[in-house]
C-alpha cells in the first residue's frame, strides 16, 4: 500500500489566492481527518469525515476554510482567500474504524506571502 | 483547558536510560490513548496504542494508563539517539474527535 497520499507536498502561495489541498487516503480506510501544524499550536483538528461525510468542522478557523470528501479515494481542504496566518503544515491522517490510531500522510508545507 | 497536555520539555537523557514521557487528557470518557513519534520535517508515525488501565509493553516501549487520574504515560528503555524526536499524546474523546498534545521534544546524548 502506497500510504495515504496529500500533494503537492509544497506550496507556495500570494495572500488572496484560493489554495487547494489533496489526500488520497488508504483504501478501506472510512475516517479521514484533516489537521494543521505550526509551532506555536502544535496539531489542531480542523475536520474529519466517515465514510465521506462530514461529522465534525468546529476546528475548521473560518469560513474561507472548506474540505469535501467526494468519494471515498478523495479529499480537498480549500483556502480562499489565502492569508499569511494560515501558513503550516497540513496533515491529512486516516484510519480503519474508531478505535485504533491513524495513519498521517506526508503533509503539505502552506507558504502565504 | 486543553483537552490534552503534555510537558513541552525538551527531555534530555543519555543513551541506554530510560525516558519517561508524560500526558494527562480532561475528557474522562476518552477509550483510547495512544503515542507518536514525530521527526523534525516528518509527520507523526503511530507507535503505541492502550485502551485498558495499567501497562502495555512492545520492545523498548512501554504504554502506561491510569484513566482514574487521567494520566497515560511512555517509557521508553535502553533511549538510542535515533529516539531523539518529539513525541505526541493522542487521545480519542467521546465524539470520536482525534485529540493531539503539543509534544514533549526528546533528545537522546550518546
Known amino acids: 500500500d502506497a500510504g495515504v497520499i496529500q500533494s503537492p507536498r509544497h506550496e507556495v502561495t500570494e495572500m488572496g489566492q484560493e489554495v487547494t489541498l489533496r489526500c488520497k487516503p488508504i483504501?478501506?480506510?472510512?475516517?479521514l481527518f484533516w489537521y494543521r501544524q505550526t509551532m506555536m499550536r502544535g496539531l489542531e483538528l480542523l475536520i474529519y469525515f466517515n465514510n465521506n461525510v462530514p461529522i465534525d468542522d468546529s476546528g475548521m478557523p473560518e469560513d474561507r476554510f472548506s474540505a469535501k470528501m467526494p468519494n471515498a479515494s478523495f479529499s480537498t481542504l480549500k483556502i480562499q482567500p489565502s492569508e499569511p496566518r494560515d501558513s503550516a503544515v497540513y496533515f491529512c491522517?486516516?484510519?480503519?474504524?474508531?478505535?485504533?490510531?491513524?495513519?498521517f500522510g506526508s503533509g503539505t508545507r502552506l507558504t502565504v506571502v | 483547558q486543553k483537552e490534552v497536555e503534555q510537558n513541552s520539555g525538551p527531555l534530555s537523557v543519555p543513551e541506554g536510560a530510560i525516558a519517561s514521557l508524560n500526558c494527562t487528557y480532561s475528557?474522562?470518557?476518552?477509550?483510547?490513548f495512544f503515542w507518536y513519534r514525530q521527526y523534525s520535517g516528518k509527520s507523526p508515525e503511530l507507535i503505541m496504542f492502550i485502551y485498558s488501565n495499567g501497562d502495555k509493553e512492545d520492545g523498548r516501549f512501554t504504554a502506561q494508563l491510569n484513566k482514574a487520574s487521567q494520566y497515560v504515560s511512555l517509557l521508553i528503555r535502553d533511549s538510542q539517539p535515533s529516539d531523539s524526536a518529539t513525541y505526541l499524546c493522542?487521545?480519542?474523546?467521546?465524539?470520536?474527535?482525534?485529540?493531539f498534545g503539543t509534544g514533549t521534544s526528546l533528545t537522546v546524548i550518546p
Open positions: 491522517a486516516t484510519g480503519r474504524g474508531s478505535f485504533y490510531g491513524y495513519t
Open positions: 483504501s478501506g480506510h472510512d475516517y
Open positions: 475528557d474522562r470518557g476518552s477509550q483510547s
Open positions: 493522542a487521545v480519542k474523546g467521546t465524539g470520536n474527535q482525534f485529540y
